[in-house]
């Protein structure tokens, strides 16, 4: 991943849904975030909550490896067009990550096989720009009648990011 810039965030807003657990905004218990695109990264800055935590003011590994997948999800969205499923997800957590510390998820797209296998980092950055989780993801393009079905639910058109469904 290239070196954190805390003042320089991808300037894009990725469009939100209304159900999802990361970004939908009528989802009352989920994250409700905000993510930006610069066309390769997708980044979020993102404050946990006292809520979010597992052990000793220590956020979840759960709720940190789900931060990690949604921005993967977009970085291959980003960089192919099209929605995509996780297969495979490995984190690692090197530093604990604290409530109410302002961090900053950033993912992006490695390896394209042949549209058919994605492959993707992501790191959370802590404060002062230090390392704090590290994820990579194998992910699968959504087939199309998933995908034309899960854009009801965007409240900002996706046609933007990942182009325009086919027969729109």
């Known amino acids: 991943m290239p070196s954190p810039d805390r003042h320089s965030p991808p300037v894009k807003p990725l469009p939100r849904t209304r159900s999802c657990f990361v970004c ?4 009352p218990l989920g994250f409700q975030l905000q993510m930006h ?7 979020a800055h993102l404050t946990f909550r006292p809520e979010h935590v597992g052990f000793l003011q220590t956020v979840h590994g759960g709720l940190i490896s789900t931060i990690l997948d949604e921005l993967m999800v977009w970085a291959c969205g980003v960089a192919t067009r099209q929605l995509a499923y996780c297969a495979e997800l490995t984190v690692r957590f090197r530093k604990p990550v604290r409530p109410e510390e ?3 998820a950033r993912a992006e797209l490695v390896e ?3 549209g ?3 492959l993707a980092k992501a790191s959370l950055l802590g ?4 390392v704090c989780a590290e994820a990579s993801g194998k992910y699968v393009p959504m087939r199309e009648e998933m995908s034309a079905g899960s854009r009801g639910d965007f409240v900002e058109s996706p046609d933007t990011v990942l182009g325009a ?3 729109t």
């Open 102 to 104: 302002p961090m900053i």
């Open 127 to 130: 404060p002062e720009g230090q």
């Open 112 to 114: 394209n096989h042949k």
């Open 24 to 27: 939908g905004i009528s989802n």
């Open 165 to 167: 469904s086919p027969g």
């Open 116 to 118: 058919r296998l994605l």
């Open 37 to 43: 695109t610069d066309g390769r990264l997708a980044e």
